[in-house]
């Protein structure tokens, strides 16, 4: 990494490292559905250790899980400091990919082989993941929200309630 990645505090800045997990996630999905993919979402993005300038960095991606036209694609965030050989976990993210055709359209993504356990513990996560997404989607909806639910919760916080 190099000293134009860096933010005010001299670490590399985290959009940076962002960017790349998108570049590598827009890779891995195409290649595996042989059409171009775009970004749906992005599950999740937690930085766990900051990444120094002179930091070699690795990103890893596996195809977790398949849908009919998208795509979980997980990403995995390394550094290496490439005097002592020390290698931090950095980040890791899902991001869902859908894959298009020439005119932008959804197409259809051929399935995985799981062969492996870790291979299903993934896309088994990837499931429960997107059942996650659905329930805290509908539970906020204004239609759906119910205020009286909340405000023991919320008063409990670093929040003051004027309703």
Do not use: W
């Not at 962002?18 to 996630?25: E, P, R, S, V």
């Not at 998208?70 to 290496?80: A, D, F, I, K, T």
């Amino acid at each position: 990494m190099l000293p134009s990645h860096s933010n005010f505090s001299g670490k590399i800045h985290g959009g940076h490292i962002l960017n790349l997990m998108d570049q590598i996630a827009f890779a891995c999905a195409s290649k595996h559905s042989q059409h171009y993919c775009v970004t749906a979402s992005v599950n999740r993005v937690d930085f766990l250790n900051p990444i120094e300038v002179g930091e070699l960095v690795t990103l890893k991606a596996s195809i977790n899980y398949t849908g009919r036209t998208s795509m979980v694609v997980g990403l995995r965030v390394e550094s290496e400091n490439i005097q002592t050989g020390k290698i931090k976990h950095c980040n890791s993210s899902y991001f869902t990919m859908v894959a298009k055709d020439e005119n932008g359209n959804n197409v259809s993504v051929p399935g995985i082989i799981l062969d492996s356990e870790q291979a299903v513990r993934r896309f088994a996560r990837s499931i429960v993941r997107q059942e996650q997404a659905r329930h805290r989607s509908t539970r906020f909806n204004a239609s759906e929200f119910k205020i009286e639910e909340h405000l023991e919760v919320i008063k409990q916080q670093n929040a003051k309630l004027e309703l």
